[in-house]
């Protein structure tokens, strides 16, 4: 695993492999806007394990070219895992750019269909742009386009087009179509939003859509026994039996989004003081 910066502009001092993965594949971790970005480096070709932020495109570009020493299309496949802007906000200007292909679960419609979608595609903007004043980043931009037009929906257990090592999962629960990847080669899953460790926990997403499905999709990964799952909120980490016991001990029982939680607050009254206690 390599934390890298985009500092790499007048030489190509290729990073060290410590990955411990088949000679044919390295992984790099690229620290994203308010996410971590995991690019997979083939001998002839480049796959980007999800579709980071709008204003991460250069910044993964640079890494391309000046790191790895590598043209730009190179880049072959971005997967997005779903649809919120730091998974999908950097796919469309990467093939614009690029004339990479976009592969996404195959769903169908748009998550953020009509004008609840788009007032949903507000929220999750100003949620992401929360983030990045959470964690000290100066604001840039975010939007990208909400409707994903992607050429390849893909289904559960299908492999990704010209990445045949690497199997599509239906992990969805936080949204309607989060799509996890499998490499088995190396015991290792990309899991997206499915799963995220805040500080030294691990926690599941906000917001929470399908509850019994995202159970579900928890369990799927577990039974891989995966020697390292790959979350784009947490790294890259080795889960315990133990871990994963707490982890689906306090998936959540309901679903959590934001207009339940303004609904919630805005229907909860203070209980009388004769039925306090
Ligand atoms: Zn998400």
């Known amino acids: 695993m390599n934390a890298l910066n985009n500092n790499t502009t007048h030489s190509c001092a290729r990073p060290p492999d410590n990955t411990n993965n088949s000679h044919t594949m390295r992984l790099h971790l690229i620290a994203g806007y308010i996410e971590q970005i995991y690019l997979v480096e083939y001998p002839d070709k480049l796959l980007l394990l999800d579709g980071c932020s709008y204003n991460d495109v250069p910044h993964v570009l640079d890494f391309v070219e000046n790191t790895l020493c590598r043209p730009r299309q190179d880049l072959k496949l971005v997967t997005v895992s779903h649809l919120h802007p730091d998974h999908a906000g950097g796919a469309h200007r990467l093939r614009r750019l690029v004339g990479c292909q976009i592969a996404s679960l195959n769903k169908s419609g748009q998550w953020y269909q009509g004008a609840s979608g788009?007032?949903?595609?507000?929220?999750?903007?100003?949620?992401?742009?929360y983030v990045a004043y959470r964690q000290r980043k100066p604001l840039k931009p975010l939007?990208?386009?909400?409707?994903?037009?992607?050429?390849?929906?893909?289904?559960?257990?299908?492999?990704?087009?010209?990445?045949?090592?690497?199997?599509?999962?239906?992990?969805?629960?936080?949204?309607?179509?989060?799509?996890?990847?499998?490499?088995?080669?190396?015991?290792q899953v990309y899991v997206g939003d499915v799963l995220i460790k805040l500080r030294h926990k691990y926690v599941s997403p906000f917001p929470m859509y399908f509850v019994k499905h995202y159970y579900q999709s928890l369990q799927r990964i577990r039974a891989l026994k995966p020697k390292y799952v790959l979350?784009?909120?947490?790294?890259?980490?080795?889960?315990?039996?133990?871990?994963?016991?707490?982890?689906?001990?306090?998936?959540?029982?309901?679903?959590?989004?934001?207009?339940?939680?303004?609904?919630?607050?805005?229907?909860?009254?203070p209980k009388p003081k004769n039925e306090a206690g």
């Open 118 to 129: 788009l007032a949903m595609y507000s929220i999750d903007s100003v949620l992401a742009w």
């Open 143 to 187: 939007l990208y386009c909400p409707y994903l037009f992607p050429d390849y929906q893909l289904n559960d257990g299908d492999s990704l087009p010209g990445f045949t090592d690497w199997q599509v999962l239906d992990t969805h629960g936080h949204t309607d179509r989060d799509m996890s990847l499998w490499h088995p080669a190396t015991g």
């Open 231 to 269: 979350m784009a909120h947490g790294g890259r980490q080795a889960i315990s039996d133990a871990e994963w016991d707490s982890i689906l001990q306090n998936a959540p029982a309901q679903r959590r989004t934001v207009a339940d939680t303004i609904k919630h607050k805005l229907l909860w009254r």
